[in-house]
């Protein structure tokens, strides 16, 4: 009786506490609101369905993330909180799947976890948030996530670009110098150059001043105006009143060696693509053309998937790029090159390595299955994933897994990651019985380049890493580019490198 009792009263003060949440910073009907709203987006989008009565079930099972002597179960039609195995509160399932109504629920059983765990008030209602959507997408793939509001204001300026003129700028001496300029910004359109010296902003002289100081200056709303005076190596000052404007980060660098062209390319912002056609386009215009071009992308994390297609359908005639499958129609997208290529006529070489991701194997699974370009490296991430973006209630940001990539011969990116077709992480000596072999005409990688590209989802674990073997995942290496100078003096090797497509299908099949 006196156990009863005690639950009885626990059950009363913690329906009692719920109520009066709100005044002590935890908003049930917002978080209501948020949970509904990520339901409503997830269930029809994850590529496995998952009903939302288990997507919230998982969801809450992040309350004992928080504090281990918290318990949801769910019993008959009803789902309960316990605490240290007593029983705090129980509430009636919904009795269908309408994600607002599940959402109530979950906020219901949240508010009355607050009273009664310490762990719980001190974590305050965003980590509640954050742990709800952790413990779910746990259960559903590496790659779905929850951004808290901060840190999504600060993913969509770095997506954006902030407002600027496009340059960077460092000190020598007392004197503020330009270190690089963004192509296309308003400070290159200008005519101001790295080297140059950066005299006055806005009147305001910047000698001896410091370089984050005048950053500050330069940066400003986006359409707002600025005047800068500048100092160019030929001596001459020259003043302009420039835009701010909103600048994505360049990540595009462009080197030459005698007459190959070399693209570091870091990751792919909205500029990316039309960088690579411009340092492309500049450098045929050179009284000495390239004799071939290099495209690095080892380290290269990914970024904009239609940015890594539209890099593609610069080098490529008509065609498949690559398609994008999923439960959602929204999803589904075919991409295709459009006719005229980008260098038609010159060898082209894709460096990768084992952290090589996202849409950086997209651009070079294209351009390999298309038999435009020879890669070179380690076997990449296999991250083929694509994820749609939610804004929530609360600020944060839904990053949902809603797509899979498939390359243009119709092999899944996810897992298996671009087998190169010349391997330098099994050493020097490998590598190089692997050119020597190339050199006569005999492709050391064929069966294993013919085993990845007809594989098709599902792709079973075992047979992943059996594709993966023969050319392991490692780190970029400067054996990488040698290999690839080699290929681009040597058109023999080259051309028994490039392997054409399986079938002669240079258009790709679609699944």
């Not at 498939?406 to 671009?418: D, E, F, H, S, Y």
């Not at 993966?468 to 490198?497: F, K, M, Q, V, W």
Request: with cysteine; glycine share 8%.
């Amino acid at each position: 009786m006196i156990r009863i009792s005690v639950l009885l009263v626990l059950f009363v003060f913690a329906r009692a506490q719920a109520q009066s949440l709100t005044a002590s910073g935890f908003d049930q009907d917002r978080l209501a609101t948020v949970y509904s709203e990520a339901l409503f987006f997830i269930a029809p989008r994850i590529l496995d369905p998952v009903p939302v009565p288990q997507l919230t079930v998982w969801g809450l099972q992040g309350l004992s993330a928080l504090d281990p002597a918290l318990r949801i179960a769910t019993k008959d039609t009803k789902l309960q909180l316990f605490r240290q195995n007593q029983l705090v509160l129980d509430v009636a399932a919904p009795k269908d799947e309408i994600p607002a109504a599940w959402a109530r629920t979950a906020a219901v059983l949240t508010a009355a976890s607050f009273p009664v765990s310490a762990s719980v008030r001190r974590a305050g209602a965003q980590a509640v948030i954050q742990g709800f959507f952790d413990e779910m997408f746990n259960r559903l793939d590496p790659y779905s996530r929850y951004v808290a509001p901060l840190e999504a204001v600060e993913d969509r300026a770095k997506r954006a670009g902030r407002a600027g003129l496009g340059l960077t700028i460092g000190q020598r001496g007392g004197l503020i110098e330009v270190r690089s300029v963004i192509r296309d910004s308003p400070a290159a359109i200008a005519g101001i150059q790295p080297g140059d010296i950066l005299a006055a902003i806005d009147e305001q002289r910047t000698r001896d001043q410091d370089p984050s100081t005048i950053g500050a200056l330069l940066s400003g709303p986006e359409g707002s105006a600025v005047t800068v005076s500048w100092r160019s190596r030929d001596g001459r000052t020259r003043d302009a009143q420039l835009v701010r404007v909103m600048v994505p980060p360049e990540t595009v660098f462009a080197q030459r060696t005698a007459d190959v062209l070399v693209l570091r390319i870091t990751s792919f912002s909205g500029s990316t693509a039309s960088h690579i056609a411009l340092s492309v386009q500049d450098a045929l215009a050179e009284p000495h053309p390239v004799s071939g071009i290099v495209l690095d992308l080892r380290d290269n994390r990914g970024g904009l998937l239609r940015q890594a297609v539209t890099a593609a359908d610069s080098f490529l005639p008509e065609g498949l790029v690559a398609t994008t499958v999923g439960r959602d129609p929204d999803s589904m997208n075919v991409w295709r090159s459009t006719e005229g290529e980008l260098a038609e006529n010159v060898p082209l070489i894709i460096l990768v390595d084992g952290r090589t991701a996202s849409a950086s194997e997209i651009l070079a699974a294209a351009l390999a299955d298309r038999g435009r370009a020879v890669v070179v490296g380690s076997a990449t991430v296999g991250k083929g994933m694509v994820q749609t973006i939610d804004p929530l209630p609360d600020g944060g940001e839904l990053f949902v897994t809603w797509s899979q990539t498939l390359a243009p011969l119709g092999w899944p990116i996810q897992g298996l990651g671009v087998l190169p077709q010349v391997c330098t992480s099994l050493g020097q000596d490998a590598l190089n019985r692997q050119l020597a072999s190339l050199s006569t005409g005999f492709q050391p990688m064929a069966e294993a380049i013919k085993r990845s590209r007809n594989a098709r989802i599902p792709v079973r674990a075992s047979e992943v890493l059996e594709i993966r073997a023969p050319c392991p995942a490692a780190e970029g290496r400067n054996a990488d580019l040698e290999a690839a100078r080699t290929l681009i003096s040597n058109p023999a090797a080259y051309a028994a490198a490039l392997l054409a497509p399986i079938g002669g299908q240079l258009t790709g099949n679609t699944p």
